[in-house]
């Protein structure tokens, strides 16, 4: 296992548990426990958790892993979620993208589409998030509108009044929104208060909201409010959605689909 591949493993852990010991972290990845120290060691430099006897426990009280860090997590689940969240939209429309990785497996989505493979452009998609920008830039079938604003290193997105100033001039078909909960009584959330500020005028901007969030974000709320549940249009979530989830989500008045 690469160092890379470790610490993505390593972080991705001690967000699920909030603490990790030493030779539980080295049996659990099959490496020595001297590797694990001197990982943790690394880890807790660039401020990525917080070194104790014995082991480590998450960088302060709400963490959030950033995205260069995140593993291929409910990888399959966010695939399918992103194939059914692009079969939503339709060519010619104006799409706007938050950041995550789902809505970064949505833009893939998107890119393999064979009716989206020309036209001019087949579709307009406007997003805050370096990452699915970059990755879109390349297909010139689609026309990038990237706003401005100052980069979030955790989530490559663009934030403050530089992107309020472009996503207040635009007008859009439908909005895909990535979240770290989302919740009946709580709406959708995400850590950071500055993205949720964009992201909800992304979704004001939208003639339709469209959540997409694998079932681990179904039932939690962060810190950041974007939007309550009523103004979301439709859910797209994974099988492992629980029926009275499903069902309290549907009785808010959302179409839900578990793929």
């Given at each position: 296992m690469s160092r890379d591949a470790r610490w993505k493993a390593l972080l991705e852990l001690l967000v699920e548990r909030g603490r990790l010991d030493v030779e539980e972290a080295a049996a659990g990845l099959g490496v020595s426990a001297a590797t694990i120290r001197r990982d943790f060691d690394q880890l807790a430099e660039q401020q990525m958790l917080v070194r104790t006897r014995g082991g480590a426990v998450?960088?302060?009280?709400?963490?959030?892993?950033?995205?260069?860090?995140?593993?291929?997590?409910?990888?399959?689940?966010?695939?399918?979620?992103?194939?059914?969240?692009?079969?939503?939209?339709?060519?010619?429309?104006?799409v706007g993208l938050t950041g995550g990785t789902t809505t970064t497996e949505v833009a893939r989505a998107l890119a393999v589409r064979t009716d989206l493979a020309s036209g001019s452009p087949s579709l307009t998609v406007v997003t805050n998030a370096l990452n699915i920008a970059n990755e879109l830039a390349v297909r010139p079938q689609f026309k990038i509108v990237l706003t401005g604003g100052v980069a979030r290193p955790q989530s490559y997105e663009l934030i403050g009044p530089l992107a309020d100033g472009v996503l207040s001039q635009v007008t859009l078909d439908v909005a895909v929104l990535g979240v770290v909960g989302f919740d009946v009584a709580h709406g959708a959330s995400a850590h950071d208060e500055?993205?949720?500020?964009?992201?909800?005028?992304l979704c004001e901007r939208a003639e339709r909201v469209v959540v997409a969030a694998d079932s681990s974000k179904l039932g939690r709320r962060a810190f950041a409010r974007i939007c309550s549940a009523e103004s979301v249009d439709t859910l797209v979530t994974d099988a492992a959605a629980g029926p009275e989830t499903v069902r309290a989500f549907e009785e808010a008045g959302l179409r839900v689909l578990a793929v």
């Open positions: 998450v960088h302060g009280v709400s963490y959030e892993l950033p995205l260069r860090y995140k593993t291929a997590r409910h990888a399959s689940e966010k695939q399918r979620i992103a194939k059914a969240v692009a079969d939503l939209l339709a060519p010619g429309e104006a500055a993205e949720a500020a964009v992201n909800r005028l």
